[in-house]
Nanobody
């Protein structure tokens, strides 16, 4: 059974850092575009970042450039989202999602085939 599992969320103070992990089981991540999305209470889900199949394309939302970065470790079948200088407005549930064979990063959530269960990130003093 193919599934994605996110981890690494938690409570962090403003200005702190977290690294989220998205680990796949049942399939090889390298052949998939992996996207990160987030959803805060009362808000729509928004795209955060993406790394395409074979790392051809990378995407980070304009508002997050300079603070967030995405990377892939094929040996661990895992994609990471490094988040630095976190702000209270980054508080949300973060999800990773997989799109098979996408050379360019899909920007819409409905283009992704399956999703992880999400991990909570709370930025608060």
């Amino acid at each position: 059974q193919s599934q994605l599992v996110e981890s690494g969320g938690g409570l962090v103070q403003p200005g702190g850092s977290l690294r989220l992990s998205c680990t796949a089981s049942g399939f090889t991540l390298d052949y998939y575009a992996i996207g990160w999305f987030r959803q805060a209470p009362g808000k729509e889900r928004e795209g955060v970042s993406c790394i395409s199949s074979r790392d051809v394309d990378l995407y980070v939302a304009d508002s997050l450039k300079g603070r967030f970065a995405i990377s892939r470790d094929n040996a661990k079948n895992t994609v990471y989202l490094q988040m630095n200088n976190l702000k209270p407005e980054d508080t949300a549930v973060y999800y990773c999602a997989a799109c098979p064979g996408a050379i360019l990063c899909p920007r819409r959530a409905n283009e992704y085939e399956f999703w992880g269960q999400g991990t909570q990130v709370t930025v608060s003093s």
